[in-house]
């Protein structure tokens, strides 16, 4: 499917001198497959199958190694499970209160915000994000609308933010 994606990231872990290990390559693979930005633990019971001796650990630091590498972004979405997102490019997410869907959303344009914030800030801008949300149309569908809908952050207790 996207497999020049995969060598690309390969090819960068090499060039940082990071070992290809297969389990590493196969979680790499399941995260540029997956739509639905698995949690460490989707990701563990995916793979358990082909490597009945990986540990949900070594899922879980192989991830976080991903991460500070860059190429995987760790979405916190105030459950207590992380999820996990292959990400090439800049995206943000919008997010279902009611089922908790997290769908991809593209808008280049809010690229300039960093230099916009740099500009009026004075700040060197790492990185920013944004997460949009309300109710997906699976769930307009059965009659959830933002009127009605149980608000995500009552569901999952309230997060603090850092």
Partial sequence: MNHSVVEDSIEKMKNANIRITPQRYAILE???????HPTADDIYKALADRFPNM??????????????????????????????????TQHYHAICESCGKIVDLYYPV??????????L???QV????MEVYGICPDC???????????S???????????
């Fill in 110 to 119: 809010l690229d300039d915000v960093e230099m916009v914030a740099e500009n």
């Fill in 30 to 36: 399941y995260l540029v497959d997956s739509k639905i």
């Fill in 55 to 88: 540990s949900a650990a070594t899922v879980y630091n192989n991830l976080r190694l991903f991460v500070k590498i860059g190429f995987v972004k760790e979405l916190a979405l105030g459950d207590a499970s992380s999820r996990f997102d292959f990400s090439s």
């Fill in 140 to 150: 307009q569908a059965k009659g959830i609308h933002k009127d009605n809908a149980p």
């Fill in 121 to 123: 800030t004075g700040f």
């Fill in 126 to 129: 790492t990185h920013h994000r």
């Fill in 152 to 162: 995500a952050a009552e569901t999952a207790g309230h997060h603090s933010h850092h």
